[in-house]
């Protein structure tokens, strides 16, 4: 990772905030991505225009090291716990639901990152400041993001980059190695990517960069491929005789 590429990434935040907001909003799970992002968006901005939100839902394994990333980098922060927002949903669907059918678990893990995508943008708006979305190439090239949960927000800095590059630009901005190279995982399911995805981000990342197909080749391509929905930009009709601000290209 050359200097000039992270120098090049704080100026293009700094240039597209400002052009919007008079800060951010970030999501700070305790995990490196969120991390290395809120850093970034502090030496574009200045830390007092970063507001770190951690979210639990109930207990949060992470909590403590979300915690000490915010005061680390001297941003301010807020806990709010989406507990009772989440069981209310969570029994209102499952009493709602045809009686033959029940709530998936899938469904259930996903609905946390929807309320807290809900919750950034309640305090994003109040304060005139825009989501940073913190999700990086390696998650999304195999669907390891939650649809319209931590897969949106206002930019991306790191969205372009492999876990593996979030790594080294977190130990180029001198951030602690312990927190960056901590193994990574969602939080939600007891799990961590790696056992989830059921193959190692070095691999993963390897055949992102280099085309390496090594031992999970199969599998990672299998994810990518139905994973497509969740990377692509929402589809639309082209309904172009009503549209009048339709312009041919």
């Known amino acids: 990772m050359e200097k000039k590429t992270v120098d090049n990434l704080i ?124 999700s990086n190439l390696s998650e999304a090239m195999v669907g390891y993001t939650t649809k319209w949960g931590d897969n949106v927000g206002d930019f991306a800095p790191i969205a372009n980059f492999t876990k593996t590059e979030v790594c080294e630009i977190g130990l180029m901005l001198g951030l602690p190695e312990e927190l960056v190279n901590k193994k990574p995982s969602d939080g939600l399911s007891g799990k961590t990517d790696e056992e989830k995805l059921g193959f190692s981000y070095a691999e993963l990342d390897d055949y992102i960069r280099n085309g390496k197909k090594g031992p999970n080749f199969e599998t990672i391509e299998r994810k990518h491929r139905i994973a497509s929905h969740k990377i692509n930009p929402i589809t639309k009709f082209d309904n172009k005789a009503t549209n009048h601000f339709y312009v041919e290209k």
């Not at 907001?21 to 969120?34: F, H, L, Q, R, T």
């Not at 850093?39 to 574009?44: Q, R, S, T, V």
């Not at 507001?51 to 806990?79: H, Q, R, T, W």
């Open 11 to 134: 100026e293009w935040i700094r240039d597209y905030v400002k052009k919007y907001a008079n800060g951010v909003v970030i999501g700070m799970s305790g995990g490196k991505d969120s991390f290395v992002v809120a850093k970034l968006c502090a030496l574009a901005l200045g830390k007092e225009n970063v507001f770190g939100l951690i979210l639990p839902n109930g207990e949060m394994p992470d909590k403590s090291d979300a915690v000490v990333s915010c005061e680390y980098l001297g941003i301010p922060y807020k806990i709010v716990n989406i507990n009772k927002a989440y069981d209310y949903i969570i029994d209102e669907v499952k009493y709602k639901l045809p009686a033959e059918k029940q709530l998936s678990d899938v469904t259930t893990i996903n609905t946390a990152p929807r309320l807290r995508m809900t919750t950034f943008y309640a305090f994003a708006g109040s304060l005139n400041y825009l989501v940073a979305n913190t």
